[in-house]
């Protein structure tokens, strides 16, 4: 057997691995000392959001989906012609004490809020919502998978290990989307900073 042909054997195996399994980072902020291009305030509070110690801090507020202050948007991939991840690391510097307090991701569709995957105090329980799935950890890495008509909600506890899936379904066709990272349903006495960092969006190989 020639070393040409062993030479396209392996060169072939490479491609169809890459393939299956390949991510590209289309996007990434880690928010070292600014925001980076491409993202717009909704309701923006200026004196309710810093970028502090290598990090995004934004004050969770009272407030619900679709009055939420100092919801940091951008425009997303266009999902109809493939597969896509958002990431983001959520950190709470103080535990939420506010029933439904929450921070994470938020999907738009045509400039309204559509899908949430976020970490959030129900009944007394930190979770993920969607999937009810209950984690005690300060900091949460997210990623939410979206293809043209479905997503995917996953999570992993302080960025370690494998990311677990907590829920599935599926989402509306796409229509001018956006993607959020915010939070919410902050109490009105005391002052609750969520720190976000290392978000990024992704193409993912089918």
Not at 47 to 76: C, F, H, Y
Not at 120 to 133: A, F
Not at 144 to 153: E, G, H, K, P, Q
């Amino acid at each position: 057997m020639n070393r040409s042909f062993i030479a396209g054997i392996v060169m072939m195996i490479c491609s169809v691995t890459l393939a299956s399994g390949a991510e590209k980072v289309l996007f990434e902020d880690h928010f070292d000392g600014k925001l980076g291009d491409g993202w717009t305030w909704l309701r923006e509070h200026p004196s309710a959001w810093r970028i502090r110690d290598g990090a995004l801090e934004i004050l969770a507020e009272p407030g619900v989906a679709d009055t939420v202050k100092n919801a940091l948007v951008r425009t997303a991939p266009d999902r109809s012609a493939g597969k896509y991840a958002v990431e983001v690391t959520v950190t709470n510097t103080v535990r939420p004490s506010q029933q439904y307090e929450q921070a994470g991701i938020t999907w738009y569709i045509a400039e309204q809020p559509k899908f949430k995957l976020v970490k959030e105090l129900v009944d007394g329980t930190l979770m993920i919502i969607p999937g009810r799935k209950p984690i005690d950890s300060e900091s949460v890495q997210l990623r939410l998978i979206v293809t043209s008509d479905s997503w995917t909600a996953q999570y992993r506890a302080a960025g370690q290990g494998e990311y677990q899936t907590a829920a599935e379904g599926k989402l509306d066709a796409a229509q001018k989307d956006q993607v959020s990272i915010q939070c919410y349903h902050g109490p009105t006495d005391q002052e609750h900073w969520i720190r976000f960092d290392d978000f990024r969006i992704l193409a993912i190989a089918d």
